[in-house]
């Protein structure tokens, strides 16, 4: 299926730059001083452990919440000074996929994806009933139009929420855990789904995921909310090769480091770990980032092993080459070359908002999208 945006016009990013941001409940600060820009067109990942105000942080950007402190700039336009009036206009270039869906339980399927349209556009019901279609069947969900929300699946539920996001073709798109509640068939459908549709549309997308292989692989751009505070956010390579413990223990995995079962270690886990002297273990190679099922590059996709190259970073021994079998069509094989004489990089700092490397590649035409299929 050739997928073609509702308007048959190319929706395109706007950046969004977050400075000093502050946002407290009472006497509880859920995160302070969050610096950071979402660079227009690029995917990036907003990892955390859980309660550490990943939500927040989406619901803040979307106006819903007020920050005590900081701005949020989109197109000159600080947004947390915005009138309720201006800021519901700047909310229709939104997208949102709450955590839990957030659908009407008494709208059908189709009404709940078709509420944005009605609320926000003077568009026919016919209009909206192809728009409707074509949504729903992107997220494989053709023919349960008339399902009411509790009728249908947790992972159906978020598929449904998904095409409401994408209804109105948003510049920015927030996606708070796409892919809790889907199967590992769903989930790399869905992330495929994503890269596609950021090819397509060039908005600017910011996805909430715990899911450690959706992290590593889809987004340009990755970010560690821990500890009330924004760890780290830049480019997919340097988070991947970063020495920053937690950046380190989130991005691959381990049980070594500062982050426990409550969200930090206590002092006395810790001075165990140094008693015993826990060896890390090696950093796992980072994976080829997810191409757009035509095999074309997003415009905004920095070429494998160019910000390691930059930033004279060794990359972990077999990144970029761990799919030789099983690769997609139009993935290139990826050798990426060390720097002659480069020593290994120790560690790279915790630098919040660093800005991305300048973006390169094709701009895609058309994808595929398998997923309406299943
Ligand atoms: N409306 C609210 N009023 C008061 N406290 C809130 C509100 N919304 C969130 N919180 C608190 O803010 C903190 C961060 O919550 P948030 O839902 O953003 O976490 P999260 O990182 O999304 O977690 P998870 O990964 O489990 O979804 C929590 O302690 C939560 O209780
Ligand atoms: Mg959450």
Redesign the pocket.
């Known amino acids: 299926m050739q997928y073609v945006t509702s308007s048959e016009v190319r929706t395109v990013g706007v950046e969004i730059r977050v400075e000093g941001l502050t946002k407290t ?1 009472g006497r ?1 600060v ?1 995160w302070e001083d969050v610096t950071l820009t979402l660079p227009s067109g690029e995917i990036s990942a907003m990892l ?1 452990p ?7 942080f989406l619901k803040t950007l979307v106006g819903l919440l007020k920050p005590d402190r900081g701005s949020i700039w989109i197109e000159g336009r600080d947004i947390t000074r915005l009138s309720e009036r201006d800021l519901y206009e700047v909310r229709k270039s939104f997208g949102v996929l709450f ?1 839990d869906g957030a659908l009407f339980g008494s709208m059908s399927l189709y009404d709940n994806v078709a509420f944005p349209l009605r609320e926000h556009t003077r568009r026919s019901e016919r209009e909206i009933a192809d728009i409707v279609h074509e949504k729903m069947e992107m997220v494989g969900l053709r023919g349960a139009e008339d399902k009411l929300p509790g009728q249908i699946s947790g992972g159906m539920r978020k598929r449904a929420g998904l095409a409401r996001a994408l209804v109105l073709d948003p510049q920015v798109v927030l996606f708070d855990e796409p892919d809790s509640g889907l199967d590992p068939v769903r989930t790399a459908y869905l992330n495929q789904l994503i890269g596609d549709l950021n090819a397509q549309t060039e908005a600017t997308y910011l996805i909430v995921t ?1 899911d450690i292989n959706t992290a590593r692989t889809v987004p340009d751009n990755i970010g560690l909310l821990y500890h009330r505070h924004l760890a780290m956010f830049g480019p997919r390579e340097m988070l991947l090769t970063s020495q920053e413990p937690a950046v380190r223990q989130f991005l691959n995995a381990q049980r070594q480091g500062p982050i426990g079962m409550a969200e930090e270690k206590d002092a006395d886990e810790l001075a165990a770990e140094a008693a015993i002297g826990v060896e890390l273990p090696a950093l796992a190679p980072i994976p080829p980032q997810l191409v757009p099922s035509d095999g074309q590059p997003r415009r905004t996709m920095r070429p494998p092993g160019q910000w390691c190259r930059e930033h004279g970073v060794i990359p972990p021994p077999g990144s970029f080459q761990s799919l030789v079998a099983g690769t997609p069509p139009g993935t290139p094989p990826v050798t990426v070359a060390p720097v002659a004489g480069t020593p290994p990089v120790a560690g790279t700092p915790p630098v919040a908002g660093a800005p991305p490397v300048a973006g390169a590649g094709r701009r895609p035409r058309g994808g595929v999208l398998p997923w309406a299929r299943r």
């Open positions: 409940f509880q859920v955390g859980s309660g550490t105000g990943k939500s927040v955590q715990h």
